[in-house]
């Protein structure tokens, strides 16, 4: 089952709102996933190689500067990549996925300090008080041990109860993490060239304001989607006709141009409908759909 | 009637902008594939331009164009280009030290009565462990990590405990004490973080924490104490336990701080006064965990190599002078306030008296 996408409103420094899918559950523990394997590759490196030249040596001071290392790149890693990558770690780049400021200001390095020092206790400790209880509760009573069963719980099961997939980082950190959207411009139909093949030239479909005065935006949309299926060859040339003797009835369209040319009619409709509609947009005037005044 | 222009507007409006939103495409789809650093310095100085010409076009189509996929693509574009625009900041020249001694030491001061607290939690512990270890010393298992004390306990010799400050009598190579200092680093770093994080949870764990520790140095002191050897411990003690009780209680005040903003937000929704308080305070445990770094230093090094009292409590009182410094003087505006010009005698009584008018 595919998650459904949460829209996040972001408002920028320049005050237009900005809308971001929401990163889905998934996704964010498949790029945490991969940070992981990463980051136990890099500290497993350099603690085997610290060790290793600590045991040749015979220094212990160098295996410690290992240990310290190795602590410095498990808290460092996701601080570093988000401060340099502009808020990715390459398991988020990999999945296309950023953290972004939730107030909409660039995304500050304290945020992202904030966000990260708290995985610690989000992840760690749940996972210490399943596998090893008796060491994280020791040998406290039972109202001790049940609320804070009852808060790991709810910390760990945060990214699963809130909307915006916020895990307790992200809260404390004021941070979102978002998809970054794929933007694609469509060729527009009615920029094109109203001659086509079927018509002589100079009989131009025209339609009088009263005709055009029927339909809202809804209906342009509805329009707008099936000219782009018509493009990409979805449409039968039946189904055409219906929805162009249709909409010739309902606005008053004579002739038998719908039902011969419904294609042509169709188009050149769109193209004029849309011009209305912004035309009476400048002065204000909004017509959501034909229900609207 | 016929209806007048056949074209709508908005085909215009595209053809005009339709090359500045494929420009800033291209340097978006750069800017988020391989980073900033891939922009070279004219297309770096194209991007927020394109980026407002952008977000103009999205306001202007949003109210007046009726293509539903031209607005949907304006949306994605200028959402991408945001982030490739405040992603995050580039650091400037001197970010590091104005990180050090300017942001860190002003946040701290910034939580003053969380630092009040804090301090105030691991001295009662210490007091606590103190005063109950004075009835019956048996406490001090209860208090004290065996593992952490090292054979420190009451049914040591005094002679084991004072070579212990000393470093003699220990059958460790002196590599190996290295070794544990990093060790006790690494450990202590992880406390202090673990502390911060807690204060999630409404501060409880963070308030515990600090006293838990407490009750461990009111232990120690107790147990010194009963051996007459308080003077020598403090000496131990303190070259590395300023930076480092320091730095617990900065980690326990940050925590607090967290706790402190869950339970009264104010004005503001819970989730906004988290958010704000635990920015403000990250940057307080990062700093914390660089003087858990410095107190391991004096450790593995200093304390190893100087065994004398006097030096002991020199290096204390210069680790306290920069330790206080930096936190309570660095990073003061350094804007000098101009002497105000001595007024007459009638203006001054006058001027006095009208802001004790405001004052009251």
Same mark, same amino acid.
């Given at each position: 089952?595919?998650?459904?996408? /949460?829209?996040?409103?972001?408002?920028?420094?320049?005050?237009?709102?900005?809308?971001?899918?929401?990163? #889905?559950?998934?996704?964010?523990?498949?790029?945490?996933?991969?940070?992981?394997?990463?980051?136990?590759?890099?500290?497993?490196?350099?603690?085997?190689?610290?060790?290793?030249?600590?045991?040749?040596?015979?220094?212990?001071?160098?295996?410690?500067?290992?240990?310290?290392?190795?602590?410095?790149?498990?808290?460092?890693?996701?601080?570093?990549?988000?401060?340099?990558? /502009?808020?990715? $770690?390459?398991?988020?780049?990999?999945?296309?996925?950023?953290?972004?400021?939730?107030?909409?200001?660039?995304?500050? $390095?304290?945020?992202?300090?904030?966000?990260?020092?708290?995985?610690?206790?989000?992840?760690?400790?749940?996972?210490?008080?399943?596998?090893?209880?008796? &060491?994280?509760?020791?040998?406290?009573?039972?109202?001790?041990?049940?609320? #804070?069963?009852?808060?790991?719980?709810?910390?760990?099961?945060?990214?699963?109860?809130?909307?915006?997939? #916020?895990?307790?980082?992200?809260?404390?950190?004021?941070?979102?993490?978002?998809?970054?959207?794929?933007?694609?411009? &469509?060729?527009?139909?009615?920029?094109?060239?109203?001659?086509?093949?079927?018509?002589?030239?100079?009989?131009?479909?025209?339609?009088?304001?009263? &005709?055009?005065?029927?339909?809202?935006?809804?209906?342009?949309?509805?329009?707008?989607?099936?000219?782009?299926?018509?493009?990409?060859?979805?449409?039968?040339?039946?189904?055409?006709?219906?929805?162009? #003797?249709?909409?010739?009835?309902?606005?008053?369209?004579?002739?038998?141009?719908?039902?011969?040319?419904?294609?042509?009619?169709?188009?050149?409709?769109?193209? /004029? /409908?849309?011009?209305?509609?912004?035309?009476?947009?400048?002065?204000? &005037?909004?017509?959501?759909?034909?229900?609207?005044? | 009637?016929?209806?007048? *222009? =056949?074209?709508?507007?908005?085909?215009?409006?595209?053809?005009?902008?339709?090359?500045?939103?494929?420009?800033?495409?291209?340097?978006?789809?750069?800017?988020?594939?391989?980073?900033?650093? *891939?922009?070279?310095?004219?297309?770096?100085?194209?991007?927020?331009?394109?980026?407002?010409?952008?977000?103009?076009?999205?306001?202007?189509?949003?109210?007046?164009?009726?293509?539903? +996929?031209?607005?949907?693509?304006?949306?994605?574009?200028?959402?991408?280009?945001?982030?490739?625009?405040?992603?995050?900041? @580039?650091?400037?020249?001197?970010?590091?030290?104005?990180?050090?001694?300017?942001?860190?030491?002003?946040?701290?001061?910034?939580?003053?009565?969380?630092?009040?607290?804090?301090?105030?939690?691991?001295?009662?512990?210490?007091?606590?462990?103190? *005063?109950?270890?004075?009835?019956?010393?048996?406490?001090?298992?209860?208090?004290?990590?065996?593992?952490?004390?090292?054979?420190?306990?009451?049914?040591?010799?005094?002679?084991?405990?004072?070579?212990?400050?000393?470093?003699?009598? =220990?059958?460790?190579?002196?590599?190996?004490?290295?070794?544990?200092?990093?060790?006790?680093?690494?450990?202590?770093?992880?406390?202090?973080?673990?502390?911060?994080?807690?204060?999630?949870?409404?501060?409880?764990?963070?308030?515990?924490?600090?006293?838990?520790?407490?009750?461990?140095?009111?232990?120690?002191?107790?147990?010194?104490?009963?051996?007459?050897?308080?003077?020598?411990?403090?000496?131990?003690?303190?070259?590395?336990?300023?930076?480092?009780?320091?730095?617990?209680?900065?980690?326990? +005040?940050?925590?607090?701080?967290?706790?402190?903003?869950?339970?009264?937000?104010?004005?503001?929704?819970? @989730?906004?006064?988290?958010?704000?308080?635990?920015?403000?305070?990250?940057?307080?445990?990062?700093?914390?965990?660089?003087?858990?770094?410095?107190?391991?230093?004096?450790?593995?090094?200093?304390?190893?190599?100087?065994?004398?009292?006097?030096?002991?409590?020199?290096?204390?009182?210069?680790?306290?002078?920069?330790?206080?410094?930096?936190?309570?003087?660095?990073?003061?505006?350094?804007?000098?306030?101009?002497?105000?010009?001595?007024? +007459?005698?009638?203006?001054?009584?006058?001027?006095?008296?009208?802001?004790?008018?405001? +004052?009251?």
């Amino acid at each position: 089952m595919r998650e459904k996408d /949460q829209a996040i409103e972001i408002i920028g420094p320049e005050g237009v709102p900005l809308h971001f899918p929401a990163a #889905t559950l998934s996704e964010r523990v498949m790029a945490f996933g991969v940070d992981m394997a990463l980051l136990f590759l890099g500290v497993a490196c350099v603690l085997i190689l610290f060790v290793m030249a600590g045991a040749g040596s015979g220094s212990a001071s160098i295996m410690g500067i290992g240990i310290v290392l190795a602590f410095l790149i498990q808290h460092g890693y996701f601080i570093v990549f988000e401060t340099h990558w /502009q808020g990715a $770690t390459p398991g988020k780049r990999l999945l296309r996925l950023k953290v972004v400021s939730r107030d909409g200001a660039g995304l500050q $390095t304290d945020a992202v300090i904030a966000r990260n020092l708290m995985r610690d206790v989000e992840l760690f400790v749940p996972a210490a008080a399943v596998s090893a209880p008796e &060491q994280l509760y020791g040998d406290a009573p039972w109202w001790m041990i049940a609320p #804070t069963a009852i808060w790991l719980l709810v910390m760990l099961l945060m990214p699963v109860l809130s909307r915006e997939r #916020t895990r307790v980082g992200d809260l404390v950190g004021g941070t979102l993490v978002v998809r970054i959207p794929k933007a694609e411009l &469509q060729s527009d139909e009615a920029a094109r060239s109203s001659l086509m093949p079927g018509l002589p030239q100079g009989d131009a479909i025209t339609f009088t304001t009263q &005709q055009l005065g029927h339909y809202g935006e809804r209906e342009l949309e509805t329009l707008a989607d099936l000219i782009r299926k018509i493009d990409q060859g979805k449409v039968t040339p039946y189904d055409l006709q219906i929805v162009a #003797t249709t909409i010739a009835q309902k606005i008053g369209f004579g002739g038998d141009l719908p039902n011969r040319l419904p294609e042509r009619f169709l188009r050149s409709f769109y193209k /004029q /409908q849309r011009a209305h509609l912004e035309r009476r947009l400048l002065f204000g &005037q909004r017509k959501s759909s034909k229900y609207d005044g | 009637m016929k209806a007048p *222009a =056949q074209t709508p507007r908005s085909v215009a409006f595209r053809k005009e902008r339709e090359g500045q939103w494929y420009e800033l495409d291209r340097l978006v789809e750069k800017a988020l594939k391989s980073g900033l650093k *891939a922009l070279d310095a004219s297309e770096l100085h194209r991007l927020p331009v394109l980026y407002r010409a952008t977000l103009s076009s999205l306001s202007v189509a949003r109210r007046t164009a009726m293509d539903r +996929a031209l607005v949907e693509y304006l949306e994605a574009l200028a959402s991408r280009a945001y982030l490739a625009v405040y992603g995050s900041r @580039r650091s400037t020249r001197g970010a590091l030290r104005r990180a050090l001694f300017e942001t860190f030491p002003r946040r701290v001061r910034a939580l003053g009565l969380e630092l009040a607290l804090s301090t105030g939690f691991l001295t009662l512990g210490a007091v606590v462990a103190w *005063a109950l270890m004075s009835i019956e010393p048996g406490w001090y298992d209860a208090f004290v990590d065996p593992a952490l004390a090292g054979g420190r306990d009451p049914y040591a010799s005094t002679e084991m405990l004072r070579g212990a400050l000393y470093g003699e009598g =220990q059958d460790v190579h002196g590599d190996e004490l290295g070794f544990f200092a990093q060790f006790l680093f690494v450990h202590n770093a992880r406390i202090g973080l673990m502390c911060f994080a807690l204060g999630f949870a409404a501060g409880i764990p963070s308030a515990l924490l600090l006293f838990s520790n407490g009750l461990m140095l009111g232990a120690f002191l107790h147990l010194y104490h009963s051996r007459g050897l308080l003077f020598e411990l403090v000496g131990w003690l303190l070259p590395h336990g300023i930076p480092e009780i320091g730095a617990v209680i900065l980690c326990g +005040a940050a925590g607090l701080h967290l706790g402190r903003a869950m339970l009264t937000p104010g004005r503001r929704t819970i @989730r906004d006064a988290l958010a704000d308080a635990g920015r403000r305070s990250a940057m307080v445990v990062a700093g914390a965990v660089l003087l858990f770094g410095i107190a391991g230093l004096v450790e593995g090094i200093f304390r190893q190599a100087v065994t004398d009292d006097g030096t002991r409590y020199l290096m204390a009182a210069f680790n306290g002078l920069w330790f206080f410094g930096w936190l309570f003087v660095a990073g003061r505006s350094r804007v000098t306030r101009p002497k105000r010009p001595r007024p +007459a005698a009638t203006a001054a009584t006058a001027a006095t008296s009208s802001s004790s008018e405001e +004052a009251a």
